[in-house]
């Protein structure tokens, strides 16, 4: 996994070239922001839809089966013009209440008909959200080389071609996402725990589901982050030969950290951030936060830092998962 995202909320028209399914961004009432969506209201009862998207080799149909093992009612591969139909059968007596659609880039007329679509759900009152799935050029073209199937953009069979051009395509719908999940380096069975803990049900469905990263340099920044905190100026345990081999979730490691001046002060400016910017975030009706924190192997110092930001979440009553991505790693 590696870069940095910011999300930001557009309208449904604008697409051109990483507990019970979590509260929506609302966008069925009139706006009262300045961009003209609603930001904050309850969820109607009824039936809410989740857009599974991204690029082609990503993920979408694991996605896809993890939420149908779920209870949600999956198509792969409605037509995006159609989208509206099957609100309306969703709201019809009987209909099913959780609904998530496959869409992909085959179709020349995607983003048309999607805006379309997305604005049809709109008029309906139905919430939805998008779930975006990523991974690098690398990746990518390692799992078309595995299954030998062809990318379907790559008309002259070159998959980086066609992988480049999806991209490219995808930028303006990636922006729209409310929940980005770079599947890099996550195995078939990783991607469905972080699928799991997204959309299964909990009693904290309304709240903003909070996720923790804690990642070495060395090995790449997670491009699915909305945060990055680069925490390698605190002093390394790397140097210390009895902490060294220790993991940073060792109470040993903890304490060195956590001792030190700078750790203090810097948790003490990082929580004035947070008291600041998180409730803007739920204001804005984000649905997801991602938070990366670095350290130089990921093993020491972003691990402790970690920890003591998911103790932040939880202290103030929200869903939070702490990942180690780097942990095991030499």
């Keep these: 996994m590696g870069g940095t995202t910011g999300r930001t909320e557009k309208g449904p028209g604008k697409p051109q070239g990483d507990r019970e399914a979590p509260q929506r961004r609302p966008r069925a009432e009139p706006a009262s922001s300045p961009d003209g969506q609603q930001r904050s209201a309850p969820v109607p009862d009824g039936p809410d839809f989740t857009i599974i998207t991204g690029m082609s080799g990503a993920g979408r149909s694991e996605a896809a089966r993890c939420l149908e093992d779920l209870g949600y009612f999956v198509v792969d591969n409605l037509p995006p ?40 759900l709109k008029a309906l009152k139905v919430p939805y959200r998008i779930l975006y799935l990523e991974a690098s050029d690398d990746d990518l073209v390692n799992r078309f080389e595995g299954t030998r199937r062809r990318h379907p953009l790559a008309a002259a069979g070159r998959v980086v071609e066609g992988i480049q ?21 996550l195995s078939p069975h990783e991607l ?6 997204a959309f299964a049900p ?63 002060e810097f948790m003490s400016l990082l929580r004035d951030l947070l008291d600041f910017v998180v409730p803007g975030y739920e204001a804005e ?24 930001i998911g103790a932040y979440f939880r202290e103030r009553g929200l869903p939070v998962a702490v990942e180690h991505r780097d942990l095991e790693r030499d």
């Design 285 to 308: 009706g984000k649905s997801y936060l991602t938070i990366g924190v670095g350290c130089t192997g990921g093993r020491h110092r972003s691990v402790v830092v970690s920890e003591a």
């Design 81 to 120: 013009a159609l989208i509206g139909k099957m609100a309306e059968l969703a709201a019809s007596h009987g209909g099913p209440q959780r609904v998530a659609i496959v869409a992909d880039v085959r179709g020349g007329v995607f983003f048309g008909d999607l805006a379309k679509g997305l604005a049809e």
């Design 165 to 185: 051009k999806e991209r490219l395509m995808m930028e303006s719908l990636r922006g729209e996402a409310d929940l980005l999940i770079d599947t890099s380096e």
């Design 202 to 264: 909990s009693k904290q469905q309304h709240a903003m589901q909070v996720a923790v990263l804690s990642f070495g340099y060395k090995y790449g920044i997670p491009r699915d982050a909305d945060i990055v905190l680069d925490v390698r100026f605190l002093p390394n345990p790397h140097w210390i030969p009895r902490l060294r081999p220790l993991p940073g979730t060792d109470a040993r490691v903890r304490r060195y950290v956590t001792e030190q001046e700078a750790y203090g």
């Design 192 to 197: 469905r725990d972080r699928v799991r803990d």
